[in-house]
């Protein structure tokens, strides 16, 4: 029951070309914003959590609820920014995000901090799709290798400053500061957009499909729901099972009822592009080794070591100013060499950090974790810029909006997967070594005090239950199987990263011709 219709040359709105590197910059200001967002809130957590009597299920809520929002509405985003255009939702995004911003920063409430983040979760899904379908119809064709190049560098400067400034700011100033910054970023996000961005929409589709909206977001919390609980519940509870079917039985009526809708929320013909399906497969992976490693470096840093969250972040610095350097070049080379080569590289570069991180001891001082840093922002930047030119670039402008939420919506799903079952594999390590390492000590403990001790050296801590030598061991032996988890850990992020580089082989570049024949149904 596809369509297709040619795309008419007049479906842009706001009037006049768009200012290709302005807009980059205009966009730029608002992803830099979710971006601190994302990277300071895990350093605030401590003083939210004794400032207003946080439980850490309450903690891990803050996180939980923002991505659950995030993830489920990524492609709907996209889709609204499609039919009412990309410059109105991308403003709309930003201004919800900042004055969610102002009201968490403003809350007494660990009920209201949560429910707020949820709304900061939904606002910022508004605006990311929006942003690259922003650069897809400002960067036409080729030129877009150079936006997603100058993009990636952006977010990695986003991503080296954001712990710094955060550390700074809750250790100086207050855990309300953290979110305070977000609004004189989004006023000003906001008075530039509205002075340079052109929004785009398609005169094609005229209505949202609400049933499809159902189905995905279903589908969406189901699978990401999963994910996230199942480091609590386990990956064989009745619990996690039956989120992971609900996930696949309501994916496939929503991808049955996408075929046959007259305006599908997401066309499956794009995705008859094998690069665009690739390019999503690709974003899954990365993120999944991205996103898994850097959460148990940070307690390798913080528990093994007992760095502060400044000091952690100053610890993961070279990789984020890797990305500042790496991703501009990326962008080149995509443009000569094209992505199958590149991306395939990037992710045999990331598979060797992977490989020098499952070597790190627990005395590895700045070197020994800089030098994989650095190699991994060299490795990541490609498949980063590489994918998302894939997948934003490929589709039709009309449907640019949605691909960017694609993109998202990948980086999400691949990121929690990520962090779920690599701390899965971290936790059943740790648990099958961590007697052992205790010794004669293992067996003078409570079975509930080891099992206590077991979910702590999980994420790097100890607690000394013992007086004396004792706790010199439970602390050796905590760290040492902890480092045993890591080791893992990291040599199962290798061999994600080789099928991955595997993968990149057959991607092409693929047309990016304007006006094209478009399937909408």
């Known amino acids: 029951m596809a369509q297709a219709v040619a795309v008419p040359p007049d479906t842009r709105d706001g009037g006049g070309e768009a200012h290709p590197w302005l807009t980059l910059l205009a966009v730029s200001l608002g992803v830099i914003m979710v971006m601190l967002d994302g990277t300071v809130v895990a350093i605030a957590n401590p003083r939210i959590a004794e400032d207003l009597g946080a439980s850490l299920s309450d903690l891990q809520w803050i996180t939980s609820g923002y991505l659950l929002a995030l993830a489920v509405f990524l492609i709907t985003a996209g889709k609204l920014g499609d039919l009412f255009g990309h410059k109105k939702v991308f403003l709309i995004g930003v201004a919800g995000f900042a004055l969610t911003s102002l009201a968490i920063g403003l809350t007494s409430s660990i009920g209201m901090l949560i429910a707020f983040r949820v709304l900061q979760g939904l606002f910022g899904a508004l605006l990311q799709p929006a942003a690259l379908a922003l650069l897809r119809l400002a960067f036409p064709g080729e030129r877009l290798n150079m936006a997603m190049g100058a993009w990636g560098a952006i977010i990695g400067l986003s991503s080296a400053g954001g712990p710094i400034i955060g550390g700074l700011l809750v250790e100086n100033v207050s855990w309300q500061s953290v979110f305070f910054i977000n609004v004189p970023v989004g006023v000003a996000a906001l008075a530039f957009g509205l002075w340079v961005l052109r929004g785009g929409r398609t005169k094609l589709l005229s209505r949202v499909d609400w049933l499809g909206v159902l189905l995905l977001s279903a589908t969406m919390f189901s699978l990401v729901w999963s994910i996230i609980k199942a480091p609590e519940w386990g990956w064989g509870d ?35 592009n094998i690069s665009v399906s690739i390019g999503t497969g690709l974003m899954i992976l990365m993120a999944f080794s991205m996103f898994g490693a850097m959460f148990f470096l940070t307690f390798f840093f913080q528990g093994v070591h007992g760095l502060s969250p400044l000091q952690s972040g100053l610890r993961m610095l070279p990789m984020s100013a890797g990305m500042i350097v790496a991703s501009p070049i990326a962008g ?55 994918a998302t030119e894939i997948i934003v670039g490929n589709a039709p402008e009309e449907l640019s909006g949605v691909a960017g939420g694609v993109q998202n919506s990948a980086m999400q799903v ?23 390492y205790l010794g004669p000590v293992a067996e003078a403990l409570p079975p509930e005090q080891l099992e206590g001790l077991k979910s702590a050296a999980s994420v790097g801590m100890a607690f000394p239950a013992l007086p004396g030598p004792a706790a010199s061991v439970i602390t050796n032996a905590s760290h040492l199987s902890f480092m045993d988890g890591l080791h893992l850990g990291f040599v199962v992020s290798t061999a994600v990263a080789v099928i991955a580089a595997i993968l990149a082989l057959f991607v092409k570049a693929g047309r990016k011709t304007e006006g094209a024949p478009v399937h909408v149904g």
């Open 414 to 436: 691949g990121g929690a997967l990520g962090t779920a079952v690599l701390g899965a594999i971290v936790a059943a390590k740790v648990s099958s070594v961590l007697p052992g």
């Open 238 to 272: 009745p619990k996690t099972i039956g989120f992971l079917a609900a996930a696949v039985v309501v994916g496939a009526v929503f991808l049955f009822w996408q075929a046959r809708a007259a305006e599908p929320l997401l066309p499956l013909s794009l995705f008859r």
């Open 332 to 386: 080149i080379l995509i443009g000569k060499l094209g992505p199958r080569v590149t991306i395939a590289g990037g992710m045999l570069i990331t598979a060797v950090a992977m490989f020098l991180m499952s070597r790190l001891s627990v005395e590895a001082q700045f070197m020994d974790s800089a030098i994989p840093f650095v190699l991994l922002a060299f490795g990541l930047s490609p498949v980063f810029v590489g």
